[in-house]
């Protein structure tokens, strides 16, 4: 089981940054799990954005953030960040981290095999 809390969500002008964390609550090794962030924008379905392996060697990210987005990890903390630059109103969206049940992520599978979800921050970007 993981618990997770994010934090940092906010309003942003359309250019500027933003910085989400998520921290996660487990009997489980933080750094052997696989983590990642979603989005769901007004009236629209969940979307991947970016995902991380245990060791942070393998990142990936939606074609939409890719180069605009980070996402990192500080296993010592059990949190996890999402680095927002370059902010677009289309980033508008609640937010959303998780957790895998094993070491990485998948992009072939449901959710990209996350199992774990915090409850979400809201992102508004202004144009």
């Known amino acids: 089981q993981v618990q997770l809390v994010e934090s940092g969500g906010g309003l942003v002008q359309a250019g500027g940054s933003l910085r989400l964390s998520c921290t996660a609550s487990t009997a489980r090794t933080f750094s052997t799990i696989g983590l990642g962030w979603f989005r769901r924008p007004p009236g629209k379905e969940r979307e991947f954005v970016a995902a991380i392996s245990w060791s942070a060697g393998n990142t990936y990210y939606a074609d939409s953030v890719n180069g605009r987005f980070t996402i990192s990890r500080d296993n010592a903390k059990n949190t996890f960040y999402l680095q927002m630059n370059s902010l677009k109103p289309e980033d508008t969206a609640v937010y959303y981290c998780?957790?895998?049940?094993?070491?990485?992520?998948?992009?072939?599978?449901?959710?990209?095999?996350?199992?774990?979800w915090g409850k979400g921050t809201l992102v508004t970007v202004s144009s």
């Open positions: 998780a957790a895998s049940k094993g070491d990485t992520y998948y992009p072939g599978a449901v959710d990209y095999g996350m199992e774990y």
